[in-house]
């Protein structure tokens, strides 16, 4: 009898446990940025790489770990940049045109894969609750740095005029990638957001 070898099989790439994580990670990046959560399996993300599930299950629990990561990473690539580019802006710049830059990261980051970013916001409840909370504690640190920026008073109008900001933000976002993320109508959202925050406040150095 002949041993017959199948040809039709994609040989599995043996790579470094760091570099498989890295592999899956990246597929699962892929994935959930193009497809709401409950849509994206193991299975396809697996698949993707050359893998077995049970190798996937190897470096995350589930499903809901791996989103987590991916989630965890693109928020922490946002405040990189976003300090990254504090950190290179004129010293005794005023802390509106600060403000204005890293907003436009924001912005950057949003147009990077605006349908991704915008899901959780129309469809609240979809993602697992601990990648809610996840998101949760971001927006707490993310108005600890606006204060720490602002130095507003420490008044409750104050605290409610930051995180009210937020809310600006993201519904004025929403808007802008109903319309394709238009570059032309980027900086006339920034006012606006800046312009609401100003009026909250009362003054910028309230």
């Not at 760091?18 to 396809?44: K, N």
């Not at 005023?94 to 605006?114: G, W």
């Not at 104050?158 to 937020?166: E, I, K, N, S």
Request: hydrophobic share 50%.
């Amino acid at each position: 009898m002949v041993n017959m070898v199948r040809s039709d099989r994609k040989p599995r790439r043996r790579l470094a446990p760091g570099a498989r994580r890295a592999a899956i990670l990246s597929a699962a990046i892929e994935a959930f940025t193009t497809q709401p959560y409950p849509e994206v399996t193991i299975a396809t993300i697996a698949a993707s790489v050359g893998a077995s599930n049970a190798l996937v299950y190897r470096y995350f629990t589930s499903k809901e770990e791996l989103y987590g990561e991916v989630v965890r990473l693109a928020i922490a690539e946002l405040a990189d940049r976003q300090a990254q580019c504090l950190a290179g802006l004129p010293a005794g710049l005023a802390a509106r045109e600060r403000l204005k830059a890293v907003t436009a990261i924001y912005l950057d980051h949003i147009a990077s894969h605006p349908q991704a970013w915008a899901l959780p916001l129309r469809r609240p409840g979809m993602e697992p609750a601990a990648v809610a909370e996840l998101r949760a504690q971001a927006r707490q640190q993310y108005v600890a740095g606006l204060a720490d920026l602002l130095q507003p008073g420490k008044h409750a109008r104050h605290d409610y005029a930051l995180w009210g900001y937020l809310g600006f933000l993201d519904v004025a976002c929403l808007r802008w990638v109903d319309a394709g993320c238009p570059p032309d109508e980027r900086w006339p959202l920034i006012e606006a957001a800046l312009g609401a925050l100003e009026g909250a406040l009362g003054d910028w150095a309230a």
